[in-house]
């Protein structure tokens, strides 16, 4: 068996969730899950064999034509055809918007079992790993015995792994394979035209604050944020909020935070009426304390929170700011 | 131009009492279902291009009698046509395994799914839709900005606030985001007008057959249920609102 590991674009050569799946195969015999093999796409890791060194035991480098590093349908292809050249194996992803849409696309092409959203895997003997992950919203686990003969394709939900790869370096040089490019990886289906940087003219930055005061579909209405703001102007902190906000057009797309926003860690971030599912969590959870206040006990945020207040934000909220105007009185 | 949209029913706020592993699948007792939140901005997204382009449209869903109030809703938003396919699974494979018969004889330009469910929490169903009926796709899908006879112009998130604008060959699958378009308000009297529309059913969901299909893809077992590990749960602060939020400003002052 091998177990190979995809690993996404980004301006940081390897990121952390890459870093965090490398760590939790490492926890399964070598016997079992075999050398793990990381899969590079385009050019995004060039110059960067430093980096790889002792986080990967191999490379595969697939060469693409330049602008085709988000074409789903391309990266689908090399996948498949390289699991298919390796296998049977293990493919693991990141569960980000590359992974949910290339997990499933590949696992359906080999005809072998997908399993996305994972938290945690077991594998200490056989070919049955036991896999867990949330459904309901993240108030649940699933448990999953799946039977990998033939492979499975397997997306991780960042935070589920810790990454434990830092310092693991090795002077050797990492032994690498290039893929030249195929004419059967070309698409003929998708046309990516251009990517869109997001424009921060005349927006804060949130990744930038210490404080994050972060509102949620608890706000129930635009009339809320009023004291919201204040709150967060009396902490010195910034706004940012989950999707929902931004969807209902409260506020801009540049505040939010999750998979689909911006990644934060601010040294405070109180979560104010946010459930926590997995991909607001995703953008937050490596703050360094978390303070969530949610009316229902079981919000799933509560699982990744230092500290926890049971309220409805639209009272709580007031009384944090009458005692902050009683501190500053006296 | 024909546009289908696949809208899932999933169960209201399912506690760990109401799940129920049945024939190796998930099934839900003694809850209310709804739509899917994701599903009704697809639906929204289907109306806009009805308008837009004058597009039929059908809403198609994989559930017992129970979820019919999803078709309902679509109706009463202005969808044309609803087909139901009788059965309960929670298991992605099954509900893309039954939407594939009716969407092969529909023969859509366009397919509408939302990203994810609320209860599975997976996004498989629209890529499977797309892999087996070979069309193109496109994930997270927040802006339908031009279809023609042969092709639709779409931006998707690629995650970090970033977007890609692509241009896909139809007929083609978007697995849609939430705030594609905006959600509208439905009188009780539009829902109640749309109970009479008839419903047609596409047969019963064929749990075994679509198994014996995609053998290698079911290669796998539900085990169990469970709450999630208390290891990890948030230190609660308890009391009096006022001693609760002296204790959450202490936290933050001891910290800064």
Redesign the interface.
């Known amino acids: 068996m091998n177990s190979f590991v995809y690993i996404e674009p980004s301006e940081k050569g390897i990121d952390s969730l890459t870093r965090q799946i490398v760590s939790g195969i490492r926890k399964i015999p070598s016997a079992l899950r075999g050398s793990i093999k990381g899969i590079s796409i385009g050019k995004h890791l060039e110059g960067k064999d430093s980096e790889l060194r002792g986080v990967f035991d191999e490379l595969i480098r697939a060469e693409i034509p330049s602008g085709e590093e988000y074409n789903i349908e391309v990266i689908s292809k090399i996948l498949e055809d390289i699991l298919r050249e390796n296998g049977p194996a293990l493919l693991f992803l990141g569960f980000t918007h590359q992974g949910m849409e290339l997990g499933p696309a590949v696992g359906w092409h080999l005809g072998i079992p997908v399993v996305t959203n994972c938290v945690e895997l077991n594998w200490t003997e056989g070919k049955t790993i036991t896999i867990k992950r949330p459904i309901q919203g993240g108030k649940l686990i699933l448990s999953m015995g799946v039977h990998i003969e033939h492979g499975a394709v397997i997306s991780i939900q960042k935070g589920g792994w810790k990454d434990e790869t830092e310092g693991e370096t090795t002077e050797a040089p990492i032994k690498t394979t290039c893929l030249p490019w195929r004419e059967g990886w070309a698409p003929d289906k998708t046309e990516v035209l251009r990517i869109i940087e997001e424009s921060m003219e005349g927006e804060e930055d949130i990744t930038k604050a210490e404080i994050l005061v972060s509102v949620g579909r608890g706000l129930r209405e635009p009339e809320n944020l009023p004291s919201m703001k204040e709150l967060t102007e009396k902490l010195g902190g910034m706004l940012s909020c989950s999707r929902p906000v931004v969807d209902l057009g409260w506020l801009p797309g540049t505040r939010q935070v999750g998979i689909s926003g911006k990644t934060v860690a601010p040294v405070i971030y109180l979560a104010l009426g946010i459930s926590g599912q997995a991909n607001h969590l995703v953008g937050m959870d490596a703050s360094r304390v978390i303070i969530a206040v949610n009316k229902d006990p079981l919000a799933p945020i509560f699982n990744v929170a230092h500290y926890g207040v049971i309220d409805d934000i639209l009272e709580f909220v007031p009384e944090l700011l009458d005692q902050i105007k009683q501190q500053q009185a006296s | 131009m024909r546009v289908a949209v696949c809208c899932k029913g999933v169960?209201v706020d399912?506690?760990?009492e109401s799940?129920q592993i049945v024939n190796g699948d998930?099934q839900y007792k003694n809850t209310d279902f709804y739509i899917n939140e994701v599903d009704a901005y697809a639906l929204e997204a289907a109306v806009a291009l009805k308008a837009a382009y004058q597009a039929e449209t059908i809403a198609l869903t994989v559930g017992p009698l129970r979820t019919q109030e999803v078709l309902y809703i679509a109706i009463a938003k202005g969808i044309d046509r609803v087909i139901r396919i009788d059965g309960e699974t929670?298991l992605?494979e099954l509900i893309a395994g039954s939407l594939i018969p009716p969407l092969k004889e529909l023969a859509p330009q366009l397919v509408l799914v939302g990203?994810?469910s609320?209860?599975?929490?997976?996004?498989?169903v629209g890529?499977?839709l797309?892999?087996?009926l070979h069309?193109?796709?496109?994930?997270?899908v927040v802006e339908i900005c031009e279809l023609n006879e042969t092709h639709v112009?779409i931006?998707?998130?690629?995650?970090?606030?970033?977007?890609?604008?692509?241009?896909?060959?139809l007929p083609?699958v978007l697995?849609v985001?939430?705030?594609i378009a905006p959600l509208r308000y439905l009188s009780a009297m539009k829902r109640q007008k749309a109970r009479n529309a008839p419903i047609k059913s596409a047969g019963q969901l064929d749990s075994e057959g679509i198994t014996q299909m995609?053998s290698?893809?079911?290669?796998?077992?539900?085990?169990?249920?469970?709450?999630?590990?208390k290891e990890?749960?948030?230190?609660?602060?308890t009391g009096e609102?006022?001693e609760?939020?002296?204790k959450?400003?202490e936290?933050?002052g001891n910290?800064?």
């Open positions: 169960p399912a506690m760990l799940v998930i929670s992605p990203a994810q609320e209860d599975w929490m997976g996004g498989e890529v499977y797309a892999q087996a069309m193109g796709m496109a994930f997270a112009r931006k998707k998130e690629i995650g970090g606030g970033r977007k890609a604008e692509l241009r896909l060959t083609a697995c985001q939430t705030g995609i290698g893809m079911m290669a796998y077992d539900i085990k169990e249920v469970s709450l999630p590990s990890g749960h948030a230190e609660m602060i609102r006022m609760r939020a002296k959450v400003l936290i933050i910290v800064m």
